[in-house]
């Protein structure tokens, strides 16, 4: 493109598009954490685990409960979508043979606990075994 930015259908450059949707999705995202701080204060207090002046290990605890409950949805939410994108049939790795694709959940224990993945699993008829091809290796 000879060192021109593209331009999008609007007639606005794609990378201030695409600046200017990061930009509200950033305070998109500061407003629902701020939310979800008001809640979960909220909530401590609604549950009597926070009464008076708590000894701030309390607080702390239960804003990094939360801190992985947060990372948790977001790797689920990640993965179905990795998942969402990908074709629907591989080849086998053992022959060869291209097979259907199923998403099917796991349950996996990540840094910050535990959560159910989805993933995609071939079964093939000619090795009569399941197979899990990886996200971007799935021999197309």
């Known amino acids: 493109m000879d060192g021109a930015t593209a331009v999008g259908q609007e007639g606005i450059p794609q990378d201030s598009r695409s600046e200017a949707k990061s930009a509200r999705l950033l305070e998109r995202l500061e407003r629902l954490l701020?939310?979800?701080a008001e809640v979960e204060v909220e909530l401590s207090r609604?549950?009597?685990v926070i009464r008076g002046v708590p000894h701030y290990s309390v607080i702390e605890g239960r804003?990094?409960?939360m801190g992985q409950r947060l990372s948790r949805a977001v790797q689920q939410r990640q993965m179905n979508e990795v998942v969402a994108g990908q074709p629907l049939t591989a080849k086998c790795p053992g022959c060869g043979t291209r097979c259907e694709l199923e998403?099917?959940?796991r349950e996996v224990k990540a840094a910050d606990g535990p959560l159910e993945l989805q993933e995609l699993r071939g079964d093939c008829p000619c090795?009569?075994?399941s197979f899990f091809p990886a996200a971007?290796?799935?021999g197309v």
């Open 46 to 48: 609604a549950e009597g």
């Open 103 to 105: 998403a099917c959940k």
């Open 136 to 138: 971007g290796n799935l």
């Open 63 to 65: 804003a990094h409960a």
């Open 34 to 36: 701020e939310e979800a």
């Open 127 to 129: 090795c009569r075994r």
